[in-house]
């Protein structure tokens, strides 16, 4: 009896593992994205798993009523102890069911950014800019302002020139600048025009699209390529000092 208990259990284990695999597989043949498609491999799997723990409880003799009504009083207990742990799992299922991102978007909340690599029950992991594993309580992202910025995302930068610059002829350098560069998305050429302006200088903006994953990498160098273009037509930025003073006279 104790030899064919552990054989149904053996059994019933390699059987639970490869329906999971099976239901996963389906899914992804119905174009399910990958965090449904493990989700419902992975409770096809804990299905098949407590129904093999039954029988094999059963074939031992082991009444499992009481067991049933234990395991039921311990969970109502244990939830108490357990509501901030067990509310991520909740939080999980709200993502998963309503999909506000999938794994490969970019996602940022509370202040970290990242591309979505695994959407579980209990945490949702991102992968930075830096190859930096970034593991997020899904308790902390339910019911949190998050941005999705799929595979691009939007650049908004400004630059403040001084008023005796021709404005048109910076923006023609920064322009010139950009045509061509790499890190940029395609299909969406930058936009590079006249923002504002303020006391003593003329504010000059910049709009463009870059892969989310790289995205201050690509800022930066944006940055550098710009002001190297404006410096290279003997075009000055507005002084620090001078900003300042802008600053603080605003209000009044």
């Not at 798993?49 to 094999?56: A, G, K, Y």
């Not at 996602?107 to 970034?134: A, H, M, N, P, W």
């Not at 273009?229 to 006279?249: C, D, N, Q, Y």
Request: glycine share 10%; proline share 4%; hydrophobic share 50%.
């Amino acid at each position: 009896q104790l030899l064919g208990a552990l054989v149904v259990l053996v059994i019933g284990l390699k059987v639970a593992k490869w329906t999971g695999k099976r239901v996963m597989r389906l899914c992804e043949i119905k174009n399910l994205d990958v965090t449904l498609s493990r989700f419902f491999g992975s409770m096809a799997k804990l299905l098949v798993v407590v129904i093999v723990v039954i029988i094999t409880l059963s074939n031992f003799g082991i009444d499992i009523a009481p067991l049933v009504a234990l395991a039921g009083a311990s969970a109502f207990g244990l939830s108490f102890a357990l509501a901030g742990p067990l509310s991520n799992y909740g939080a999980g299922m709200v993502i998963i069911l309503t999909r506000p991102f999938v794994v490969g978007d970019t996602i940022e909340v509370r202040g970290v950014s990242g591309v979505t690599d695994e959407v579980t029950l209990s945490t949702t992991t991102l992968i930075g800019e830096d190859d930096e594993r970034i593991i997020i309580p899904n308790r902390q992202i339910v019911g949190e302002i998050l941005v999705n910025s799929d595979a691009h995302r939007i650049v908004e930068s400004q630059l403040v020139i001084e008023s005796q610059n021709d404005p048109d002829v910076a923006i023609a350098a920064i322009k010139e600048a950009l045509e061509g560069f790499d890190g940029l998305a395609e299909g969406a050429a930058p936009q590079v025009g006249i923002h504002d302006f303020n006391f003593g200088g003329i504010v000059i903006g910049l709009r463009y699209w870059v892969p989310s994953s790289r995205y201050y990498q690509t800022r930066y160098t944006v940055n550098q390529t710009a002001l190297a273009a404006l410096k290279a037509k003997g075009i000055s930025l507005l002084p620090a000092g001078r900003a300042a003073i802008v600053t603080e006279m605003a209000p009044a």
